[in-house]
């Protein structure tokens, strides 16, 4: 895979963020308030939500196809906690083969039809022994070990500044609301450095050690592109991972999606009640 080749060539990466954003304006005409992604597990999240238009995406212009088992694969547009929700049930990932500019493509059609703010949601591993399978975390960094990045291809204005600033990806003012919120709620919320490696596989013992030398507390398959995008669009970002498993060096076990999606739902609750509390305050 050449995760470097944009998917559809000839249309331009700007045109195909146009007509996206264009039809699917004249679906859903309302004005959004904020975005949102749902990973592996968390996208029950759209059933709260009330004056819902569900699109799969498969029927937006451009939108790459979802594949994973358990990602229902749609876009829900409605309310949630008095906001305008523009919710991403499932995303796109690298290791299916998508190009990485098609992966983030929901994310530019988010900034066209005027969000500036953005939740990511996802499933990942801890790392470090304090982040045991349950727990909640907030993303303060990322590492991209994805081996190349969403904005990589041909310039053009319109996609923002060609070399984005990553000096604070993941918004300080909203990390500070949201351990605010956890604080009030109960909710322990930890910090922790994101990687992002492309995946399927999980990692082997080597390679948790590798991660943990680089300053990695967790890790996943996905957030990464999607911030780097939002970042070069100047949107605000806040990241928030279920840690579904634990990896640690003499300690490896066996790990399956099934276990992952196990997880993800048990701790769903809990990761709701977080987020909608977060959107509430937004
Ligand atoms: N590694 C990578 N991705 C993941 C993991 C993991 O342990 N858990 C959930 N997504």
């Known amino acids: 895979m050449d995760v470097n080749i944009i ?3 000839g249309v331009k990466l700007s045109q195909q963020v146009a007509e996206a954003a264009e039809w699917l304006q004249t679906r859903d005409p309302r004005t959004f308030d904020l975005g949102v992604v749902l990973g592996t597990g968390l996208g029950s999240l759209v059933d709260e939500m009330t004056d819902t238009q569900r699109i799969s995406y498969g029927d937006i212009p451009h939108f790459p196809h979802s594949t994973v088992k358990f990602h229902a694969g749609q876009l829900v547009l409605g309310r949630l906690e008095g906001k305008t929700l523009f919710a991403m ?4 990932h690298g290791y299916e083969g998508h190009a990485l500019q098609a992966v983030t493509l929901p994310i530019r059609v988010m900034h066209r039809l005027g969000m500036r703010t953005l939740i990511l949601t996802n499933a990942a591993g801890g790392i470090r022994p304090q982040l045991t399978p349950g727990s909640i975390a907030l ?3 990322h590492l991209n070990l994805m081996g190349s990045s969403p904005l990589t291809g041909p310039y053009e204005e319109t996609l923002g500044t060609r070399f984005p600033d990553m000096s604070e990806p993941y918004s300080r003012r909203l990390r500070a609301l949201a351990l605010r919120i956890a604080l009030d709620l109960g909710i322990p919320l930890h910090e922790s ?11 082997t013992e080597a390679e948790i050690n590798m991660l943990q030398v680089l300053g990695a507390d967790t890790v996943g398959m996905s957030v990464v592109p999607e911030t780097l995008v939002a970042r070069q669009l100047d949107m605000e970002v806040l990241g928030l991972t279920a840690v579904t498993d634990q990896a640690l060096p003499g300690a490896m076990r066996p790990l399956s999606h099934e ?3 196990r997880m ?6 809990r990761f709701r009640r977080l987020l909608r509390a ?3 305050t937004l």
Do not use: H
């Not at 993800?264 to 609750?269: K, N, R, T, Y």
């Open 7 to 9: 998917t559809e060539p």
């Open 89 to 92: 049930q499932g995303r796109f």
């Open 139 to 141: 993303i303060t960094d």
């Open 193 to 203: 450095v994101y990687a992002a490696v492309i995946g399927p596989s999980y990692e």
């Open 259 to 261: 276990e992952v999606n």
């Open 264 to 269: 993800a739902a048990e701790l769903g609750p």
């Open 278 to 280: 977060i959107i509430k």
